[in-house]
């Protein structure tokens, strides 16, 4: 069984900064990738930024020098810190993680609860 729990949303104002954590436990073998993804009201979900087990980042085009995604392996932990917070990031921030649970296994995603981010005066 693997849990991902994030933490760190809430409410801030425009040009604000929040730090989302999101920690990866249990049965884990290893893990290819994790990842940040948002979803706004009546909007699909999209993904903010990934890092691969080889430190190799990916950023939306909207959230590039805002945003930093960072990861502690040790602890099996992917961090997403946002500065210059503008209204339009407000949405549901999931945590995504590719996961294989024995070298037997494939690798599949696994998904937080979600977190809110509301960015707001």
């Known amino acids: 069984q693997v849990q991902l729990v994030e933490s760190g949303g809430g409410l801030v104002q425009p040009g604000g900064s929040l730090r989302l954590s999101c920690a990866a436990s249990?049965?884990?073998?290893?893990?290819?990738?994790m990842g940040w993804y948002r979803q706004a009201p009546g909007k699909q979900r999209e993904l903010v930024a990934s890092i691969t087990s080889g430190g190799r980042r990916n950023y939306a085009d909207s959230v590039k020098g805002r945003f930093t995604i960072s990861k502690n392996n040790a602890k099996n932990t992917v961090y997403l810190q946002m500065n210059s917070l503008k209204p339009e990031d407000t949405a549901v921030y999931y945590c995504?993680?590719?996961?294989?649970?024995?070298?037997?296994?494939?690798?599949?995603?696994?998904w937080g609860q979600g977190t809110q981010v509301t960015v707001s005066s």
């Open positions: 249990g049965s884990i073998f290893s893990i290819n990738a």
């Open positions: 995504n993680a590719a996961i294989s649970v024995s070298p037997r296994e494939y690798t599949r995603d696994y």
